[in-house]
């Protein structure tokens, strides 16, 4: 070869080697990005940790000053154990189950775990150890100095599944032999085993439900069985130095156990799929949430999505689809309740279209023949309400899903039952006639006509009578202008889905019965004098002086004429009456009867603020909306702080939270204000 040919050769081979390099260096960048990413989905769910404070211990069954970790629609949950204190001796184990059909703790622990190594127990409080309520499962992570680790994940597999995925890591210089001991005791009152399963059941004394308990692939050496405590003792077993040990335990709650199989996790998955499947359904949730929030507010959208979320619950008895139930620590607060409903599947649709339509589904389960919605439902049905409604937000909450999905045929589904209950409100709550509803009930209480406007002791209501329109139906004497807002709101709505599924003949008629009713609500029931917006007497058009919630709704609803609203603007940033230290107060703070802490009579309720609020955008006061909304994050005290619950209402002038604890329309409307569109 010439000294041409060789340095061409050289060249050449140069070059090849720096391609092979480059390639090298490339696949080495993506495999690392590829490992990176992996890692930073991680990273997004334990980015916001222990946002909702679940370290505790219930002492009796009935203690609701514990809370706990649900998902998937589970009726039950559970919590950590505190790291100080009495808690100690928990570690390791898990708290509950909380059973939220029967409105009890069972047991302090029935995952109450003992981990011995070469026959000798190791005590977690020697160790150094992480313990989160993660989004979306439970971590407890414990390191010995010997090299030794455990790492304990609990999660939900289905609505009736919890997992306990359990790594023991031998990082010791010498192999070890393992063996667990599983206790289920310490039962609170009603509840035992049954002992004639191999494995025992426990079972509550009303025969509500039945938990079980499995461990899946480690050995069982002997089971200990009694009424009141069971001891299962694992098979020893040889974890290599240097290797780890996997294992799971099954913990499964039914409400009737020949349903279901105890022991099957979700068919031919793996329990490593299981826990992926959690982390990547999670990851939809959050980066759904935290795409549009402000930076800012990150963490108390997600702890709205934690709230949400842990009150959710699937399909049981006669409760038909899944939905939100307002508290679950609150007793009486285990059913869907409408108003709520439409809340909550608006705030739902951000993060899970399917959830938030089954939401609006569940309430239309029980739509009855004459187009009335019931005004909650439970999973037995005895404790239904069909004293009355509720507020009709529905065709809003269903407009709202469907801008999030583009789905008609949720429309579709959904367009007859609305306008079913559309003309319901005109066939039995508009005695009189004149296109202006009132509210009503269907057994002649005024209590449950007054329930039926959702603000239970409202100063508005105080002089109002009940009367009665039909064998069936009977009516405040007393046209709201907060319900003929929402109705007029749902004719603008009902006509735009008409129109998007071609019945444009239909949605023309709505759109001309919507102007009649705007001119209705703008002549009637607005007071130039007083620049506000007022219920009127049924009979005489006497406006009902009283200045609340119900005369911001026109903003929201988008009924009230310009002019008007900023005269309505004007109340709402003086500080005299609606701008307190927590806006807005449901009554004026300068009326007679206004009690800070008394329900409907004084405290903040935040579907009201996030209503007004989203009134002044509508009509342009963007800046005084801002205002007023920072004022809420930063005043009402625990709204934006970790661990703190959210609460039913809130005190306008102290910022003290009132009422129930990890509410949900609180939570859903904290989660469409932390939004920068909403």
Known sequence: MTVKGVKVMVQFLTKLNLYAVFYILLLFVVSVSCCMCGRAEYSIIESYPDLIEIKNIPRSPDDLTCRCFCDLGSWYGYALPPDTGSGVNYLGSFVGPYSVLSQRWVSPSLLRLKFFFNGEERSMQHARREIHYYPGYLLQRFEFNDGISIEEKLFFASSYQAVLLVDVVNGSRRDVAFSLELTQGGLFDDFSFDTSFAIPVLKAENGQFYFSTNIHLLGIDSISKSAEKVVISSDRVCIKKGRKLRFYIVQVCITDRESKDYMDVSGNKSVSELFHATVDRWNVYLKSVLRNCERSKKEIAVKALLTLVNNWRSPEGAILHNGIIPSYHTGYFDGFWAWDSWKHAVALSLFD???????????????????????????????????????????????????????????????????????????????????????????????AAVWESGMDNAVRFDSCRVVKT??????????????????????????????????????????????????????????????????????????????????????????????FAFRVREHLVDCKKFNTHVPFPTVEVCNANFDPDNYWRGPVWVDQLFFGIKGLRNYGFFDDAQILREKFFRNAKGVSDKGEPFRENYNPLTGEGLYAEDFSWTAAMVLLMCQRDF
Not at 356 to 385: E, H, L, P, T
Not at 414 to 439: A, F, G, N
Not at 502 to 525: P, Q, S, Y
């Open 470 to 563: 039909s064998d069936i139906s009977w009516s405040l004497d007393q046209e709201s202008v907060d319900l003929n807002s929402y109705l007029y709101f749902e004719k603008i709505i009902l006509a735009d889905m008409l129109n998007e599924v071609g019945f444009k003949k239909e949605a023309d008629k709505l759109a001309k019965e919507a102007a009649v009713l705007k001119n209705l609500i703008n002549t009637k029931m607005y007071d130039p004098s007083e620049g506000y917006y007022f219920d009127i007497d049924s009979e005489t058009d006497e406006m009902c002086k009283v200045f609340g919630p119900e005369g911001w709704i026109p903003l929201f609803t988008m009924v009230a004429k310009r002019e």
């Open 353 to 447: 279209i399917e959830l938030a339509k089954d939401q609006v589904r569940a309430m239309f389960d029980y739509q009855d023949s004459s187009g009335m919605v019931a005004d909650c439902i439970f999973a037995d049905s005895s404790r239904n309400n069909w004293r009355n409604t509720k507020p009709p937000l529905a065709a809003w909450a269903v407009w709202e899903i469907y801008k999030r999905d583009g789905d008609k045929s949720f429309i579709k589904e959904m367009i007859p039952k609305l306008l079913k209950y559309h003309y319901w409100w005109y066939r039995y709550r508009d005695y009189d006639r004149d296109l202006l509803c009132e509210y009503g009930c269907c057994d002649g209480s005024k209590v």
